[in-house]
């Protein structure tokens, strides 16, 4: 269980400003101490149960590598990451274009809900995507193109 910093800081701090004595400021110091490597400790175990995720997105693989089966290629440190994680066969796409595609799987829409879905948004209702995500930029050719 984790505890805000400002709650546990609190309570520690109560009992050392009860103090009067040279001696309780000593053992007061080594139960702040004592405290902080406990917190240290919990930071830690906290952070030990998050997974490690490394998403890895290729354009036009198909099943050219190694590790579904292809005989010509050699690719052993994605064979490794393959064996050691997880290996996915049956993959669908939402758009038969790379950023479509990739938009979709970065923000959890369809393309055509932002409307990307001809590699550029072309709404002008005043949609905007959530803040934190983080929308597919206008390519200079289409800047300097005129609209018809």
């Known amino acids: 269980m984790t505890i805000p910093v400002t709650v546990w800081l609190a309570s520690v701090m109560k009992p ?87 938009s979709a799987l970065m923000t959890g829409w369809y393309a055509t809900t932002t409307d990307m879905h001809h590699m550029r948004s072309h709404r002008s209702d005043g949609f905007r995507v959530p803040a934190g995500v983080r929308p597919i930029r206008i390519s200079a050719g289409r800047r300097l193109s005129t609209r018809t």
């Open 16 to 102: 050392i400003l009860k103090i009067h004595r040279l001696d309780n400021l000593a053992k007061s110091v080594r139960f702040v101490g004592l405290a902080l490597l406990g917190l240290g400790a919990l930071n830690q175990a906290d952070a030990a149960k998050k997974p490690n995720i490394l998403w890895i997105v290729g354009e036009n693989f198909s099943l050219d590598l190694a590790c579904y089966g292809q005989k010509n290629v050699s690719t052993p440190n994605l064979d490794r990451l393959a064996r050691e994680g997880t290996r996915y066969t049956k993959v669908y796409s939402t758009s038969p274009v790379c950023a479509p595609s990739r």
